[in-house]
């Protein structure tokens, strides 16, 4: 069984530049894509990032493009989420996930609680 760990997110400034953190624990770190999806309130859940078990490949949502940096620490098993410029567009409830396919899809294999980021003006 694996669970994932959130931390990180809140109440931010725009134009801040959190970082979320998600710790796994159970199966193999080092051989799983892992995301980040967000929800914000009536609308859909948008894939943001996701990374290659080895960081050999990214992907990120257009909307996020040349603003957020997903990374991995394999040794701490451990995905990041740095979130630069924020705007308030990009409140919503943010959550690490775990899956085989990359990219991932929405029905990924493992969830994390999920994270709300409040993005103020």
């Known amino acids: 069984q694996v669970q994932l760990v959130e931390s990180g997110g809140g109440l931010v400034q725009a134009g801040g530049s959190p970082t979320l953190s998600c710790v796994a624990s159970?199966?193999?770190?080092?051989?799983?894509?892992m995301a980040w999806f967000r929800q914000a309130p009536g609308k859909e859940r948008e894939l943001v990032a996701a990374?290659?078990?080895?960081?050999?490949?990214?992907h990120y949502a257009d909307s996020v493009k040349g603003r957020f940096t997903i990374s991995r620490d394999n040794a701490k098993n451990t995905v990041y989420l740095r979130m630069n410029s924020l705007r308030p567009e990009d409140s919503a409830a943010y959550y690490c996930?775990?899956?085989?396919?990359?990219?991932?899809?929405?029905?990924?294999?493992?969830w994390g609680q999920g994270k709300q980021v409040a993005v103020s003006e």
């Open positions: 996930s775990l899956d085989l396919r990359f990219p991932p899809r929405r029905a990924a294999l493992y």
């Open positions: 990374i290659t078990p080895g960081s050999e490949l990214t």
């Open positions: 159970g199966g193999t770190f080092s051989t799983y894509v």
